[in-house]
């Protein structure tokens, strides 16, 4: 069985930084496309970012694009999410996701795996 791990969320003042991480156990990521996604409280979740098995293509949300950075270490079995210049729009759950897919992944239903979530506060 596949385990995804997030750690590193918290809450942080506008225009601070966090470092998601997300650790995966029971299946080398080497073989899986994957993607982060966040769900404010009464949004739908939405994709911030993806990335393929390789790390050689991602696709950014208009709202992550400039801030955010997704990477993988695939020897390590975890992708990572930074995050700066946070403003108070990006509160939410941040979840990290992994597909049977090689290529890039943008809707949820095509992710196999989820992890628990991890609360993302940015306080204006």
């Known amino acids: 069985q596949v385990q995804l791990v997030e750690s590193g969320g918290g809450l942080v003042q506008a225009g601070g930084s966090l470092r998601l991480s997300c650790a995966a156990s029971?299946?080398?990521?080497?073989?899986?496309?994957m993607g982060w996604f966040r769900q404010a409280p009464g949004k739908e979740r939405e994709l911030v970012v993806a990335?393929?098995?390789?790390?050689?293509?991602?696709v950014y949300a208009d709202s992550a694009k400039g801030r955010f950075t997704i990477s993988r270490d695939n020897a390590k079995n975890t992708v990572y999410l930074q995050m700066n210049s946070l403003k108070p729009e990006d509160t939410a759950v941040y979840y990290c996701?992994?597909?049977?897919?090689?290529?890039?992944?943008?809707?949820?239903?095509?992710?196999?795996?989820w992890g628990q979530g991890t609360q993302v506060t940015v306080s204006s």
């Open positions: 996701a992994a597909a049977r897919l090689l290529g890039l992944q943008y809707a949820a239903e095509k992710y196999d795996w």
């Open positions: 029971g299946r080398t990521l080497r073989s899986s496309a």
């Open positions: 990335i393929n098995w390789s790390g050689g293509s991602t």
